[in-house]
Each structure stands twice: as structure tokens, then as C-alpha cells.
């Protein structure tokens, strides 16, 4: 690839605008600019309400160079919504010219360990195989939700996760893949494992007390269904 | 014995519609008390990921439609069937939709499993998982995929044990007697 001239970064997060994924994406589109490569943010959410958003999405990735899934962790795999996209993508992968497109997967999960987003990658590589896309690398977070809503550049805990991205901008648009110190620069985890995992356990459940409204709060243990 | 059989096929002529008959069938012989979901009918609503469900009616998806009906399945079965075609390794959109429903069956607490952490469980016990994907050709990576898949879920949502199937090619001569050895496994340990 010679010249990097459209990319697209898909927000798989059903939470939109509010989400991690939307923090990352906005931080690697300033990046992109900086580096004087024009990208587009596109949010799956928003495309799936109707069949014309769907279309013009697809559209979108055809005609993109680069396309970045930025995505949250939900159950162990890729959102419902953007799973639907990816079918969509696929079953179409032949109905348009085709050229050469590069495509990298960048995932968060709730849980501290970024080891849990590997599964949703390895599916992630198999779409961009089957849709003969190349694949151009990945990014795992944990402990994605400490992003959400905070621009990343402010945040201490997100130097590594800076550092890698910024590196891996850089790659892309010079048609290389994301190296792969990059890769495991910005897949650090936010704090230390051991900390992240104790703080999660013993505090977890007080930090979701916390959002609960006032009658959730007397029905924590509620079992609707039992 | 209580089986709620989830099927995410895509359309009505899936090969995976024919695996649903046959493990229906086989259920039923032993007394099993069947109940089926077919997605690709229904009109589910996708997660939101508002968290509605642990921090304003804790158990309960906020979003009215029969996710509710099958999340409360689910939460009173022995044995959770999930079928689905094979899509990069995972389920298809329709199961994974309703999968994301079932997080109101979790609490938002947390607790180590194999040194990971994961959500605890909101019911006493959780049902024993059986996935059956279908692949239109062999394709070992996402037979992995598929495989590692299912292990997961099972830690996520503590299900004491978890077995996995993928059938490919053409079904025309399909064999049961896989499907068949299959559920007597299950049927022994459940």
C-alpha cells in the first residue's frame, strides 16, 4: 500500500458515543490528523437502525483503506450488533470492486485481564481471512470501563496504551501492519494485574452500589426468575 | 429435567433447523421438558450495554420483549442448548443477540474463577451448556474458535460443565448417531 487515503474507525459499542471504544477511536483520529490522514468515525449503533444505515456503512468499508474495529468485550466475543455488520460485510464481499484493504481489531473488556478480548480477535482475524481482508494487528484492554468517558490523552494510566497506538498509527500509514511491540506496549495493563484483580473482587460490588438507584439497591441479590 | 434449546440459524432451510429436530427428538424420548426458542422469528431487542438490568431492576432486562421470557427459561434449566451456525468461529448475530440478554442472570459482583475474574452467578445453580455449530466446509480455526468459545461461557456463566459439536458439509446423509452419542454424554453427567 502506497498511499493511505481513506480510514475508517468502526465503534462496535451499542453505547455509542458515550463508550471506551468512542474514547480510543477520537484519540487515533486526532492521531491520524496529526499525521495528515483523514479518517472517519462511524458508529455501528447508529448504522443497524435501518437498512439504509446498514448500506451506507457497508459502502464505507468497501471504500476504505484502513478500517480499525474499536469494540467493547461482550460475553466472551464481539457485540451482537457488530457481529450482525460483519455478516453483512461478508455476504456481500463480492459484490463490489475490491481492492487492497487492511484491517485491525482493538477491543476492551470490563474484566482486568486484557487476555479475555483474545477470543474476540481471534474471530476478528478470521473475518478479515474470509473477507480477504489483511490482517493488520490488535490491541487487548482490560479494564476498559476506567477509560470510559475521559479523553485519553489526560489519563497517566493510558501512557502505554498512548505510546502503542501512536506507534501503531504510524505503521498503518506506511501500509505496514501494527509491529508487534506495539502490539504488547498498548496491551499493558492499566494498573498491575495483582492490583487490578484485588481492587476489582473486594471493591467491585461497592463501586456497582454506587450506580444502583434506590430501589435496585434493595433488590441487589433479587432472583426474579428463580 | 428442564432443556431450553436456543436456535440461531439465519433461515429457515439451515442445516442447524435439522439438528434442532433431532436433539428435540432425543430429549424427548428421555422425558426431557423441552423448550424452543427460534430466534430468526422473533424480534429481540440487542444489549444496549446500559447495565439496566444489575442497577435498576436488578434480574431484569429494562427492554419488554420475550428476552425476558428466555432469560427466565434459562435461568430454571438443567441443560442450555445453544445452535448456530459457525460465524468467524462464533455464533451467529441472532444467538449472540440473545446471549447479551442472559447478563441480567449474572450479578455485578465479581469473583475469581481460575485466577480470572468474572461475575458470580445470580441463581443458586447455572444449567449445563451444549453448543452444536454448523460450518458449510471444514475450517479447523474456527472449529477452535468455536470450541474455546463455549469453555468460556461456561466460566462466565458457571456452568458446571460444557460440551461442544461442530457438524460441516452437506447434510443431505446426515449422520445422528453423532448427535445422538452426543446428548447420552451429556444425559449421564446431568
Known amino acids: ?226 | 429435567m428442564k432443556v431450553v434449546i436456543i436456535n440461531g440459524s439465519n433461515n429457515d432451510w439451515s442445516p442447524i433447523n435439522i439438528v434442532e429436530n433431532i436433539v428435540a427428538k432425543e430429549l424427548r424420548k428421555n422425558e426431557w421438558e423441552i423448550e424452543t426458542f427460534e430466534l430468526r422469528n422473533k424480534n429481540l431487542a440487542t444489549c444496549i450495554g446500559c447495565f439496566g438490568c444489575w442497577i435498576k431492576t436488578p434480574g431484569q432486562c429494562i427492554q419488554k420483549d420475550e428476552g425476558n421470557e428466555i432469560a427466565k427459561a434459562v435461568a430454571r434449566s438443567d441443560l442450555l442448548v445453544l445452535l448456530s451456525p459457525v460465524t468467524f468461529g462464533g455464533y451467529s448475530f441472532h444467538l449472540k443477540k440473545m446471549l447479551e440478554r442472559l447478563i441480567p442472570n449474572l450479578l455485578p459482583h465479581f469473583t475469581k474463577i481460575n485466577g480470572e475474574i468474572h461475575h458470580k452467578y445470580r441463581y443458586e445453580r447455572s444449567p449445563r451448556l451444549l453448543a452444536v455449530g454448523y460450518l458449510s466446509r471444514h475450517d479447523i480455526e474456527s472449529e477452535r474458535i468455536f470450541k474455546l468459545l463455549l469453555s468460556r461461557n461456561a466460566l462466565n456463566m458457571h456452568s458446571p460443565a460444557n460440551y461442544t459439536e461442530v457438524f460441516t458439509g452437506s447434510m443431505t446423509n446426515f449422520n445422528e448417531d453423532k448427535i445422538i452419542t452426543l446428548l447420552k454424554n451429556v444425559e449421564e453427567i446431568v
Open chain 1, 1 to 226: 500500500m502506497n498511499q493511505i487515503i481513506k480510514v475508517l474507525l468502526l465503534i462496535g459499542s451499542p453505547k455509542g458515543e458515550k463508550s471506551t471504544s468512542n474514547g480510543i477511536s477520537s484519540y487515533l483520529f486526532k492521531k491520524f490528523k496529526e499525521n495528515g490522514v483523514k479518517a472517519k468515525k462511524t458508529y455501528i449503533i447508529k448504522a443497524i437502525r435501518t437498512k439504509t444505515g446498514v448500506h451506507e456503512l457497508k459502502s464505507l468499508v468497501y471504500d476504505s483503506d484502513i478500517i480499525i474495529l474499536v469494540s467493547p468485550l461482550y460475553i466472551d466475543s464481539i457485540p451482537a450488533i457488530t457481529v450482525k455488520v460483519m455478516e453483512e460485510i461478508y455476504e456481500h464481499k463480492n459484490d463490489t470492486f475490491r481492492k487492497k484493504q487492511m484491517f485491525m481489531a482493538i477491543f476492551n473488556s470490563g474484566f482486568p485481564e486484557p487476555h479475555q478480548n483474545d477470543l474476540a480477535i481471534d474471530m476478528c482475524k478470521k473475518f478479515a481471512s474470509d473477507t480477504g481482508m489483511e490482517w493488520a494487528g490488535s490491541v487487548t484492554i482490560g479494564m476498559g470501563s476506567s477509560l470510559e468517558g475521559k479523553a485519553l490523552e489526560k489519563l497517566g494510566m493510558a501512557k502505554n496504551l498512548r505510546n502503542g497506538l501512536d506507534t501503531a498509527v504510524k505503521s498503518l500509514i506506511a501500509g505496514k501492519s501494527v509491529p508487534e511491540e506495539a502490539e504488547i506496549i498498548a496491551s499493558k495493563p492499566l494498573m498491575p494485574l495483582t492490583i487490578a484483580k484485588f481492587v476489582m473482587n473486594t471493591f467491585g460490588g461497592i463501586l456497582w452500589r454506587n450506580r444502583m438507584n434506590k430501589n435496585a439497591k434493595k433488590k441487589v441479590y433479587n432472583r426474579p426468575y428463580a
